[in-house]
């Protein structure tokens, strides 16, 4: 039985498959409307969350399941003191598959670990999100074709934004690969990525502070949201916030095919008014997120649909 | 003055640790799970050292198949691990780092599941033999082994 607690838990030829299923689904989706007929997921989501739930839901719900869970600790058993291991082992009594975030990092792991059932990570503090960075890879490799002769520029937060490292970290395996980080010098990458990974690998990378600068030369932009808590000073995020948000004149620099994504919820920096630029593909990547979770689903669940 | 000595009989198989930091023999007889074990076990509290000034030592009687002592790699590489067959050192015990170590120590991430999790193990897992880096096994909490 096999579960997804990272991307990298899944081989690039793995990650292909997969992938490939996501596209067949698009393609045919009523062939799948009943693959998952008399299943069920759970969803164990200890803190709330509106896009990962229910894009799992949509996911089992669109091939035939049915769903069942709880979406905030106080209304689960957590509330009286249940510990992660015990509700698994419940849980696993009721479901075929479920997907946890729980705000504690590792505890899906802790999960996976007493469950008769695959267990998918939802989210797990400030740690892993797998099934964001498949979605990622998937909108990528969809409207771009490809995985691999990418620059890529990552903008905004890229200190604490996990979608970011997670998305280094699988995007390094593919060839010819090339990184521009666009942030404020307070958000910059950490060491930890940055050594770890980037250097390590020898995978290129450059850093600018200015948006503008970097778009030009990228064939995707990934924007993240730059929020003014994360600044020492009110003078520093007033100065620089501007910088960061992606709108009309600025699409203008960027090249005519790079994509915008984004892992929304989006505040203010990406201007409405760049929605409707064919170029702006987060809402898309919303769809793809339904298309992955449906192929993780029967993946993990060992059903195959001629 | 009178000087005091302490003698420890001979061990005819076995272990002896030599060179435990002064004090510390009571957390390598915790972290070996020395208590479970049906054999003789002597500990010696600040020994004269020349090289240390003081030191622990602990001797252990057994088949010397029966423990797995590289954990001790991980708590103090100075520890000197002799295996003594029919009364005599025959071997100085080259350790190695534990793939994994259990319950050792703590994950100090505050965000970590080991923080409110009941009964849950704290396990690290070797992820850079060379740099002597651990990770815990849950929220992958960098440790160094140094």
């Known amino acids: ?306 | 003055m009178i000087e005091h000595t302490l003698n420890i009989g001979r061990i005819s198989e076995g272990f002896v640790l030599d060179h435990i930091q002064a004090g510390k023999s009571m957390d390598i007889y915790k972290y070996l799970k020395l208590d479970k074990l049906d054999c003789c076990v002597a500990i010696i509290k600040n020994a004269r050292s020349n090289k240390m000034g003081k030191k622990d030592i602990i001797k252990i009687e057994c088949p010397i198949d029966i423990i797995d002592l590289d954990v001790l790699s991980f708590i103090d590489h100075n520890i000197t691990v002799n295996i003594i067959e029919r009364g005599e050192i025959v071997a100085k015990k080259q350790l190695k780092l534990p793939k994994e170590i259990k319950n050792v120590i703590k994950c100090r991430n505050p965000r970590c599941i080991t923080s409110i999790e009941q009964e849950l193990d704290q396990i690290f897992v070797l992820t850079d033999e060379d740099n002597e880096i651990y990770r815990c096994k849950y929220c992958e909490e960098k440790y160094h082994g140094k």
Do not use: W
């Open chain 1, 1 to 306: 039985m096999r579960h997804l607690m990272s991307p990298l838990d899944f081989s690039v030829e793995e990650l292909d498959r997969l992938m490939d299923l996501a596209n067949d689904i698009e393609a045919h989706p009523g062939k799948y409307a009943h693959a998952c007929d008399g299943k069920k997921l759970a969803t164990l989501f200890y803190e709330p969350s509106t896009r990962t739930r229910l894009s799992h839901e949509a996911a089992m719900l669109n091939m035939g399941g049915s769903i069942m869970g709880f979406s905030s600790a106080e209304s689960s058993s957590a509330a009286k003191g249940e510990s992660v291991s015990d509700t698994i082992r419940m849980i696993s009594c009721y479901a075929d598959i479920c997907a946890i975030r729980h705000p504690k990092e590792g505890a899906p792991m802790v999960a996976c670990q007493k469950s008769s059932i695959p267990v998918i990570n939802a989210g797990d503090g400030g740690h892993q999100h797998p099934t964001q960075t498949l979605t990622d890879l998937l909108t990528i490799r969809s409207l771009k074709g490809r995985l691999d002769h990418l620059k890529i520029g990552l903008c905004g937060d890229l200190k604490f934004g996990r979608t970011v490292h997670s998305l280094i970290n699988a995007l390094v395996r593919y060839h010819d690969i090339e990184f521009v980080m666009i942030s404020p010098e307070e958000l910059r990458l950490p060491d930890y990525v940055r050594k770890d990974v980037l250097d390590k690998q020898n995978i290129p990378y450059k850093e600018v502070v200015r948006l503008e600068e970097a778009l030009p030369t990228l064939d995707l932009l990934y924007m993240t949201r730059v929020q003014k808590e994360r600044f020492f000073n009110e003078e520093d995020y007033v100065r620089m916030k501007d910088f960061y948000i992606l709108d009309k004149k600025k699409m203008t620099l960027a090249p005519e095919d790079m994509l915008v994504l984004h892992p929304l919820p989006r505040v203010n920096e990406i201007s409405v008014e760049v929605d409707d630029d064919p170029r702006a593909a987060y809402f898309r990547q919303v769809q793809y997120g339904v298309y992955i979770r449906m192929a993780l689903i029967l993946t993990l669940l060992d059903i195959h649909v001629d």
